[in-house]
């Protein structure tokens, strides 16, 4: 069995502007088990586009109309076809390899994974919440 056939398909929504420098330190580094890598560009004026297009060729590139990062992260979300959904901020701040870890983590039952930029080494970059004891903090 192939890691690709060990996990759901999962796409990757990652809001661009004025990117084209730092694409090179993530969309390379993207793990395998990702089958759909969705760019939204919000209003570059730089290569940003172009430059993804040509470090990832597969790559499904969509034109912002709106503007800010939650209306980039909607168009995206709208537009993706996978089971699990990550979005991956475009200025390199966060390891693609952590993807791996966020769907094994949701495989493994949890509801919702989520890592933080300002947490010390990888272990502790990940941040799992069952919606349940969300719940159970929120009603207390």
């Known amino acids: 069995m192939s890691k690709q056939e060990k996990y759901p398909s999962i796409s990757v929504v990652i809001p661009a502007r004025n990117e084209a420098q730092n694409l090179q330190h993530i969309l390379p580094k993207l793990p395998e088990i990702v089958t759909e890598v969705i760019l939204v560009d919000g209003h570059s004026t730089d290569d940003t586009s172009k430059i993804a297009q040509q ?11 709106g503007r800010g990062k939650g209306d980039a992260m909607r168009v995206g979300f709208a537009a993706c076809t996978g089971d699990i959904i990550v979005m991956l901020d475009a200025d390199g701040s966060a390891n693609p390899a952590e993807i791996v870890r966020f769907a094994e983590a949701l495989m493994a039952g949890y509801d919702f994974a989520k890592g933080s930029r300002f947490s010390k080494g990888e272990a502790a970059r990940i941040l799992l919440y069952c919606v349940a004891l ?5 009603a207390s």
């Open 134 to 138: 969300a719940i159970m903090f929120c």
């Open 55 to 65: 470090l990832l060729p597969d790559i499904r590139v969509i034109q912002q109309e």
